[in-house]
């Protein structure tokens, strides 16, 4: 299975991902999480620090492909889970949409694709152009991380619009919402009504997973010496047990731009 999480900046792709990738593995499933953010942060609470990227890898190597090994820059981190981060050009110069698409040939000339039951794509959805839509084309399913608030269902909105557009010559499914850092679910009840898509775990707001960022850690990991957080890695157990059972998903219809700040706006 390949999984593509997208969402708005900062609204907890990462920390989702991680978990996910983590309850994945404790189904006995090989994972390799690609961070396909040029933050690339995306397997920080796998590994515990911040693995050496793809870019890093290749200017190493003079851009030479042929020299790059999968050990080169595939990192082990816990649970088992294999992480990989693309990185991207220095900021403000280059194009971090291009890095995304070198790192996926880079991982199917190493075979990468072959030697996982799961690869976990993290990847930003501000804007879901040119290189940063690349792992839909991989991907059976998207999953959109969002929250109660216009902002974040605005870009699942957009998010949606790509999967529609990638899956008209793929075999691409959004699998759904999660909501993300919120105990309210209204606006995104509204969001499903006017575009039909599955809401498959709503998450508050909830410290221990702040911390468990701080800490370089995932809620799985912090769990071993501290029983109480198991309810918090059942969320994330869930979402896993979804996927794996194959899920129909929604090819969704986006609603027009103008159409949704009148659905979600109060005037
Ligand atoms: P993204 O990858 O979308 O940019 P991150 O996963 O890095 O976002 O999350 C941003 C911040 O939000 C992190 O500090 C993370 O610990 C925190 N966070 C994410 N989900 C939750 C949650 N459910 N409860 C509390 N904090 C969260
Ligand atoms: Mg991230």
């Known amino acids: 299975m390949k999984l593509a999480v997208y969402g708005k900046g900062g609204i907890g792709k990462s920390t989702t991902s991680c978990n996910i990738s983590v309850a994945l593995a404790r189904r006995g499933r090989r994972v390799l999480q690609i961070g396909c953010d040029p933050k690339h942060d995306s397997t920080f609470t796998l590994t515990g620090f911040l693995i050496p990227t793809i870019i890093d890898t290749l200017e190493e190597k003079d851009y030479h492909y042929e020299d790059v090994y999968a050990e080169d820059v ?6 088992g889970v294999h992480c990989v981060e693309a990185g991207g050009p220095p900021a403000g110069a280059g194009c971090g949409g291009y890095v995304v698409g070198e790192t996926m040939k880079l991982l199917k000339e190493l075979r990468a694709f072959d030697e996982h039951d799961v690869i976990l794509f993290d990847v930003l959805g501000d804007v879901v152009c040119g290189g940063f839509a690349a792992p839909l084309n991989y991907a059976d399913y998207c999953l959109i991380i969002t929250d109660n608030g216009f902002d974040a269902l605005f870009a699942a909105n957009r998010i949606a619009a790509s999967v529609r557009e990638k899956a008209r010559t793929h075999p691409l499914k959004l699998a759904g919402l999660v909501g993300n850092r919120t105990n309210k679910r209204d606006l995104i009840d509204k969001y499903v009504e006017s575009v039909p898509m599955p809401v498959l775990e709503i998450l508050p707001l909830i410290e221990d997973i702040r911390i468990s960022r701080v800490k370089g850690k995932t ?10 957080l198991e309810p918090v890695c059942q969320y994330y157990l869930n ?11 929604v090819v969704p219809k986006e609603t027009p731009d103008r159409a949704l700040f009148e659905l979600l706006s109060d005037f």
């Open 74 to 79: 595939i990192y082990e981190g816990y649970g």
């Open 219 to 228: 809620i799985f990991e912090m769990a071993e010496s501290d029983p109480s």
């Open 239 to 249: 979402i896993a047990d979804h996927l794996l059972a194959g899920p129909e998903g």
